[in-house]
């Protein structure tokens, strides 16, 4: 059976599934049930410098984004840092970690921009005995309009600055949580390892506003008539996070560093598809927010599953689908496939000829009896009938053998050749 | 004097006075608000949707359900009216196993089709509770059209035709307009006075005057319809029943199922019916399950329904079978009656057991007796009273085109009209398409 125990930056946890830092870890309780449940490790819910701790509003904290059956595909939260006085947090991260220290805890942290806030909250963190520390950049609503969270996530030169005072002043591994909310994801992948984290994660929230109520015209969440954008994430967001996750992997400034993925994760799929893209780890929040903590057992014996049938060990499947996340540039243009209809798989609804008729290149006929078909001299392989079909793979993609005739196109498939060579590019490299 | 189900012969009062409430409640309880959104859910929205191809009103399935979906039913309903005014009775009755449902993609994917009919139901009900109606009279024609028979297709005409501006008169035989809806269908489909107030609902357009209690050929003559009005439309239904032709038929207790359903609808105190221990129904329709099922409500000990053919001959539906056997009720194939006995009043039925042969149904040789202290007949209705002059086929009127007979100025539609398949749905579509044929012509006329 596949070995999930993970050792992320020398934080060692039994698998590499972290709650992250949100509402789910914000107290004592909540972490206790969560390790109780099979976590393989706690982000702490971000805490602030001493004083008077910061506030919350009184009313809805959450908007929402439905599927079909109410299934919840996005939250939207204006949810701050944790409203509770530091001291008891600390009290209970303490605590926690006294009776889990299997499990990995590390604590987020979001004080003001200045070095001696910085040394003081981590003089008192590393006193809790917890494993690390994650510096929240990421956070975009309340926070950041304080100048802190993602005004400091969305400033290189803050990023550098902030992580190098950390590494100085802490022996603690250093995990910097990007914002998603910034053009170029890599810029402030670059300066956080310039300042010497040991890891990034991401994605943090992204800036949304989920649904707007059209009684009140007013952004929902709605507190006392107004609404203000909130973080998104969920399942809506992986898209967004697995790229951006793909790019700092890529990156060769950053190649290399380690990893935290976040974004979506709600399945063992989600978490595989992560680390293929070089996540070392993953954090969960909206999947626990929706279904409770019990859903990190499905993440491990789906993984444990998957990586069984692959006989792979995690390690190898860490990372590797990297190598083929490449530039549009460099993908083969004369690869060629054609959507291939099951007829036994098919139940005739008509969705990909409606699709295909209406939106794309009128490439399926719909014969007698509702038998659908692919017209093979219009499809261009554009897969929107795979996509919108309800039955899984019922159509197929077929990949035309090099050689062989396109029906469109009448010209016989041709090896790899992309666009830097492709004789339409004006700065094509080859001469015809 | 209390009566069980065991007491012998046909006596009322045969349960406690609180189950008739329970047993004659809603067949299938209405979807609340979370039920239609999840039923909405698996609507495929599909192209060019075969559940639509198999409404005979041609209902827009998939753009209703979306609209339920989208939390707007009234506009769902709006949808379906257009099509089908009367679509809720056809929510509660069409047989949609063989018609929408039956055609769902999801059948084939599942075997579970989208509940069509429920959330037919949910959208038309929706609107319905509310005040007014939703669709406004055009301008005012002065043309005038006389609808014969309140049912189905004459509802339906005559919406169709005040709709348009024309000013209609309903006449109905029966002091009530709703035809089957009202009279011939078991009360649990259509709860609560749904059939009259459907009828006043439909009646809200405005435009259409009822008069009821009048019969064709006994207080009005097609003469003068055709003279007192621009246009007659006959939706005259079946109000002949078939005898068995068995001796011994004129046997006290031994009655048309049609109007043992119909004293049932009317009644107003379900306890003061009678109905017999034993029942025996012959037939293989949906009369037939109706009258079985509700015998069997009643508190009929034993309920019997017995068919001449096999059972995939039954026109009721599978759903509607499954209904009746879950009901308590038997349904023995392949018998024919042969002989009523009994001394005065039936006490048993002697039938003989049938198999199909080459050149029909054959007689194997086999007999067998039920007991039997009322005997209802649903072997099928006909169309009697159809005033001369009207060309008829295959025992109903003959139409062309949409409902067109061969009198100038006459249209004919749903059970009365040859070719259709006697659902109410078919009735609606054929009232609707005849009332725009009769619209079409009586503007082509005026403009001519």
Same mark, same amino acid.
């Given at each position: 059976m596949a070995d999930l125990r993970s050792n992320f930056i020398g934080i060692k946890s039994p698998n590499p599934f972290w709650l992250a830092s949100a509402p789910p870890t914000d107290k004592e309780v909540n972490v206790r049930r969560a390790f109780q449940a099979g976590w393989g490790g706690v982000v702490w819910k971000t805490l602030g410098s001493e004083g008077p701790p910061v506030v919350n509003v009184n009313g809805p904290r959450y908007g929402v984004v439905y599927g079909a059956d109410r299934r919840v595909l996005g939250i939207n939260n204006i949810e701050l840092i944790t409203d509770r006085p530091l001291e008891v947090n600390l009290r209970e991260i303490k605590s926690v970690k006294r009776d889990y220290p299997d499990r990995a805890l590390v604590i987020s942290l979001m004080v003001p921009c200045d070095e001696e806030s910085w040394k003081a909250i981590l003089k008192q963190v590393e006193d809790?005995?917890?494993?690390?520390?994650?510096?929240?950049?990421?956070?975009?609503?309340?926070?950041?309009?304080?100048?802190m969270g993602s005004a400091v996530g969305q400033v290189p030169e803050y990023i550098?600055?902030?992580?190098?005072?950390?590494?100085?002043?802490?022996?603690?591994?250093?995990?910097?949580?990007?914002?998603?909310?910034?053009?170029?994801?890599?810029?402030?992948?670059?300066?956080?390892?310039?300042?010497?984290?040991?890891?990034?994660?991401?994605?943090?929230?992204?800036?949304?506003?989920?649904?707007?109520d059209l009684d009140l015209f007013s952004p929902q969440p709605t507190i006392d008539g107004k609404g203000s954008h909130g973080g998104y994430c969920g399942p809506a967001v992986k898209p967004i996070a697995l790229n951006m996750v793909a790019e700092i992997a890529r990156n060769p400034a950053t190649h290399g560093l380690p990893i935290s993925g976040i974004g979506g994760i709600t399945t063992w799929r989600d978490a595989a598809e992560f680390m293929a893209l070089g996540a070392g780890n993953v954090q969960v929040c909206t999947a626990a927010m929706t279904y409770g903590f019990k859903v990190v057992q499905e993440i491990i014996s789906g993984l444990r599953d998957y990586l069984d049938d692959k006989d792979i060990a995690m390690s190898e499947l860490i990372g590797r689908a990297v190598p083929n996340v490449t530039d549009w540039q460099y993908l083969n243009l004369n690869y060629t496939t054609k959507a291939v209809i099951n007829q036994?798989?098919?139940?005739?609804?008509?969705?990909?000829?409606?699709?295909?008729?209406?939106?794309?290149h009128q490439a399926i006929e719909m014969g007698p009896g509702r038998v659908f078909s692919v017209k093979e001299e219009e499809c261009v392989a554009c897969n929107l009938c795979l996509d919108v079909c309800p039955v899984e793979n019922c159509i197929s993609m077929r990949e035309l053998a090099i050689g062989e005739v396109d029906a469109r196109t009448g010209r016989a498939v041709k090896p790899y050749g992309n666009w830097t060579t492709h004789p339409n590019n004006p700065m094509s490299q080859t001469a015809e | 004097m209390t009566n069980s189900q065991l007491t012998p012969g046909v006596v009322p009062g045969r349960l406690p006075a609180e189950s008739y409430a329970a047993n004659f409640s809603d067949v299938a309880p209405p979807l609340d608000r979370h039920e239609a959104r999840v039923a909405a859910d698996r609507c495929y929205f599909c192209h060019d949707a075969p559940c639509v191809t198999a409404c005979p009103t041609s209902i827009d399935i998939p753009l209703f359900?979306?609209?339920?979906?989208?939390?707007?039913?009234?506009?769902?309903?709006?949808?379906?009216?257009?099509?089908?005014?009367?679509?809720?009775?056809?929510?509660?009755?069409?047989?949609?196993?063989?018609?929408?449902?039956?055609?769902?993609? !999801?059948?084939?994917?599942?075997?579970?089709?989208?509940?069509?009919?429920?959330?037919?139901?949910?959208?038309?009900?929706?609107?319905?509770?509310?005040?007014?109606?939703?669709? !406004?009279?055009?301008?005012?024609?002065?043309?005038?059209?006389?609808?014969?028979?309140?049912?189905?297709?004459?509802?339906?005409?005559?919406?169709r035709l005040a709709a348009k501006g024309h000013e209609v008169t309903l006449f109905d035989a029966r002091p009530k307009a709703g035809g089957l809806n009202e009279y011939g269908i078991a009360s649990y489909k259509a709860v609560d006075g749904f059939a009259a107030r459907e009828v006043d609902w439909l009646m809200g357009?405005?435009?259409?005057?009822?008069?009821?209690?009048?019969a064709l050929g006994r207080d009005i003559t097609l003469g003068s319809l055709t003279a007192d009005f621009d246009a007659v439309f006959l939706g005259l239904g079946l109000q002949g029943v078939s005898a068995l032709g068995t001796d011994g038929e004129n046997r006290a207790h031994v009655a048309h199922a049609v109007d043992f359903i119909r004293e049932l609808r009317?009644?107003?105190?379900?306890?003061?019916?009678?109905?017999? !221990?034993?029942?025996?129904?012959?037939?293989?329709?949906?009369?037939a399950v109706d009258a079985a099922v509700q015998a069997k409500l009643l508190g009929a000990q034993n309920v019997t329904i017995v068919y001449r053919r096999g059972q995939n001959r039954m026109s009721a539906s599978q759903h509607e079978q499954d209904h009746a056997t879950h009901s308590g009720v038997r349904i023995i194939c392949n018998a024919a009656p042969l002989k009523v006995h009994g001394n005065g009043t039936v006490r048993e039925v002697e039938f003989m057991l049938t198999r199909e042969g080459p050149s029909g149904l054959e007689d194997t040789g086999e007999r067998f007796r039920l007991p039997a202290d009322q005997l209802l007949r649903a072997i099928g209705q006909k169309l009697d009273g159809v005033p001369t002059g009207l060309a008829m086929s295959g025992g109903k009127i003959a139409i062309h085109g949409s409902g067109r007979t061969s009198i100038s100025g006459i249209w004919a539609g749903g059970d009365c009209a040859a070719g259709g398949d006697d659902l109410t749905v078919t009735a609606v579509a054929e009232g609707r398409d005849a009332a725009e044929d009769i619209h079409a012509q009586l503007m082509e006329a005026a403009h001519g």
């Open positions: 809790t005995g917890a494993d690390g520390v994650e510096l929240n950049f990421g956070c975009p609503h309340g926070m950041a309009e304080r100048g550098e600055m902030v992580t190098r005072w950390v590494k100085q002043h802490s022996r603690m591994p250093c995990i910097v949580k990007l914002t998603p909310n910034i053009t170029d994801v890599r810029k402030p992948a670059e300066a956080a390892k310039r300042g010497g984290a040991d890891a990034v994660s991401l994605i943090n929230t992204v800036n949304s506003i989920t649904s707007v036994d798989a098919c139940i005739k609804c008509g969705r990909c000829y409606a699709t295909c008729e209406d939106t794309s | 359900i979306r609209q339920i979906s989208t939390g707007t039913p009234d506009a769902a309903a709006k949808t379906i009216f257009h099509q089908n005014i009367l679509g809720g009775i056809c929510a509660r009755v069409c047989p949609t196993e063989n018609l929408c449902e039956g055609s769902c993609v !999801r059948m084939e994917a599942e075997g579970k089709p989208v509940e069509i009919g429920a959330l037919q139901r949910y959208a038309t009900d929706h609107l319905m509770a509310q005040d007014g109606h939703p669709f !406004r009279r055009g301008t005012a024609t002065g043309k005038r059209v006389a609808v014969v028979g309140a049912g189905p297709a004459g509802l339906s005409a005559a919406h357009i405005g435009g259409i005057t009822l008069a009821s209690g009048k009317q009644s107003g105190d379900l306890s003061t019916l009678p109905v017999g !221990r034993d029942v025996v129904v012959i037939g293989g329709g949906m009369t």
